[in-house]
Every structure is written in structure tokens, then in C-alpha cells.
């Protein structure tokens, strides 16, 4: 699986003050809307184009636009901080919902919203999460998407624990993650350490 490390300056800072315990909600969203900006642009950087003849005020050229748009799919809650901004970036795109809460006893995911399109053959899909840490709702939603016929994936994450890229690498899905980092490990909580908390929580205030 190929799993891709933004590793970049202002990424690192932009994830730093996600990571400081000190950052308010307001905070929070922009440095996530900011990182976001990052992850997709780098995620984005193979994508197909399609060539088309444009006049400047000054001559004729080449010009290019995404050739197959992407389905945007931002997992509610924490996702959805991240769907304006990679909606402004890729404005062609279609953008589909999967909601689903880590139960926090089980750390299983339970599923309550799934508004996808019913076919997905032939089309990139950018699943929006910012944590994937035991990888359990990864799993579950790009299993939403291979069933509709997607066999191009791609998630975006802010965060990753190498147990959740341990699991879906094990779990043979076709796709690849594109994150700011890999984190050390999940504490007996399932969090991600060192992490940034509750993702949703730090976004929307805790429920
Ligand atoms: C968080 C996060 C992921 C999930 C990751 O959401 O946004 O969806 O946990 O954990 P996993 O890899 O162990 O499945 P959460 O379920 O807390 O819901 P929320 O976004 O509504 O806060
Ligand atoms: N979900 C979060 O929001 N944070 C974690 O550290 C793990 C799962």
C-alpha cells in the first residue's frame, strides 16, 4: 500500500497547533482547513488531465483541467472539517457523506449516515478523515465504496497510528494515505499518542 508523508514545513507547524492542547475550536478548524489544503494538493499531484485550447488576452495555448473529478467523501464528524477547503480546491467535484461514531468501549465504528452515489466504477474517490487510528471506520468506509465498484482510493489524514495503516494494509482494499504523519502508537483508550485529542470534539465541541 502506498502510504505518502507530507512532510513539510508548514505542515508541521499547521499540525503543531492542531497537536497543542492550548489550540480553541476556531483554531483548530482553520490549521485543519490549512493542513487539508496541503494533504489534497499533494494528493492530487498524479491526477489525470484533460487538454483543451484557451486564448490568453495575449495568444492561443494549452490549457488543462482535471480530466475525471474526484467523489469527495468527508466522514462526519471530524471529516467534515475538512470538505470546504478541498471542495474549493477541486470545486468539479461531486461530494458524497458517510457518518459514523467510534463506539468508545468496543472501538468499533457505528454507522449513521451513508449518502454515496450508487456507481463508483471508473471514479477517484478522496475519503476525508482527519484520524485514522485502529483504522476501523477507514475500513468501513472505503468497504461503502468498493462495493458501489471504486477501485481508486485515496485517504486523507491529518493523523495516522501504524496500527491503522497496519489494518488496512491487511484488509487488501485499494488504497492508498496520504498523511502529515504516522504517529508512535494508540494508548489502551485508542487514541493516537502523541496525537491531537478527539478530532471532533477539538472541532465542534465534545458531545
Ligand atoms: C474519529 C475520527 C475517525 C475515527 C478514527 O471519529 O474522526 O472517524 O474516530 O478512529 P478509528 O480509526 O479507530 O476507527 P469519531 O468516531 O470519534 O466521531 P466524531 O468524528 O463524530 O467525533
Ligand atoms: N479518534 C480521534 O478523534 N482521535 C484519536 O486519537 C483516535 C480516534
Redesign the pocket.
Known amino acids: 500500500m502506498d502510504v505518502r508523508v507530507v512532510d513539510h514545513p508548514l505542515a508541521k507547524s499547521r499540525l503543531s497547533t492542531m497537536r497543542d492542547a492550548r489550540t480553541n475550536s476556531a483554531a483548530f478548524r482553520a490549521a485543519l482547513q490549512e493542513l487539508t489544503l496541503m494533504l489534497i494538493y499533494e494528493a492530487t499531484r498524479e491526477a489525470e488531465l484533460a487538454e483543451e485550447p484557451i486564448h490568453t488576452p495575449v495568444a492561443k495555448t494549452t490549457g488543462y483541467r482535471i480530466a475525471n473529478p474526484p467523489l469527495l467523501v468527508p466522514v462526519l464528524r ?1 471529516g467534515l472539517g475538512m470538505a470546504d477547503q478541498a471542495h474549493r480546491l477541486i470545486p468539479e467535484a461531486q461530494m458524497g457523506f458517510v457518518g459514523l461514531a ?1 463506539d468508545e468501549e468496543t472501538l468499533l465504528p457505528t454507522p449513521y449516515l451513508e449518502s454515496l452515489p450508487a456507481d463508483l466504477t471508473g471514479r477517484p474517490v478522496l475519503v476525508l478523515d ?2 485514522l ?2 483504522g476501523g471506520s477507514m475500513v468501513h468506509t472505503i468497504e461503502l465504496l468498493v462495493e458501489r465498484g471504486a477501485t481508486d482510493v485515496t485517504a486523507i489524514c491529518t ?1 495516522a ?1 501504524p496500527e491503522g495503516v497496519q489494518r488496512l494494509e491487511e484488509a487488501g482494499l485499494p488504497v492508498r494515505v496520504v498523511t502529515a504523519s504516522i504517529d508512535e502508537r ?1 494508548n489502551e483508550s ?3 499518542v502523541p ?7 477539538r472541532e465542534y465541541g465534545a458531545v
Do not use: E, V
Open positions: 471530524a467510534r482527519p484520524m487510528a485502529t493523523l497510528a494508540l485508542g487514541y493516537i496525537g491531537l485529542g478527539d478530532a471532533g470534539d
